[in-house]
């Protein structure tokens, strides 16, 4: 049985830092993609970051150069580094996970890429809130 449980989130003030952990366990961790995700009130759920077994990583254009995605295979937990946070940034954090190729659960239109909330198994989130 999968499960991801996130942590790390909180307040924080405009151009501050975060860092978001997602534990995982019940499968293998190495083998599948890994993915953040985020949902501010009244807005649909967001792709901010993906990672494929390889490490090889893949970014949403609002947070490119600011956040960074990162797994500790030996740890089985998924980061994501938030810096220069802007109040846009608030929302439910959520890491998931899935055993498709990343290639597959994602695509880049130009120099725009676009992580559809389409893994299958999700954490339950945390919050982040940034102040301006």
């Known amino acids: 049985q999968v499960q991801l449980v996130e942590s790390g989130g909180g307040s924080v003030q405009a151009g501050g830092s975060l860092r978001l952990s997602c534990a995982a366990s019940?499968?293998?961790?190495?083998?599948?993609?890994m993915g953040w995700f985020r949902q501010a009130p009244g807005k649909e759920r967001e792709g901010v970051a993906g990672?494929?077994?390889?490490?090889?990583?893949i970014y949403a254009d609002s947070v490119k150069g600011r956040f960074t995605i990162s797994k500790d295979n030996a740890k089985n937990t998924l980061y994501l580094q938030m810096n220069s946070l802007k109040p846009e940034d608030t929302a439910m954090y959520s890491c998931?996970?899935?055993?498709?190729?990343?290639?597959?659960?994602?695509?880049?239109?130009?120099?725009?890429?676009?992580?559809?909330?389409?893994?299958?198994?999700w954490g339950q989130g945390t919050q982040v809130t940034v102040s301006s």
């Open positions: 019940g499968y293998t961790y190495s083998s599948y993609c």
């Open positions: 990672i494929d077994s390889d490490g090889n990583t």
């Open positions: 998931a996970a899935d055993e498709r190729p990343l290639s597959s659960l994602t695509y880049c239109v130009g120099a725009y890429c676009y992580i559809p909330p389409i893994f299958a198994y």
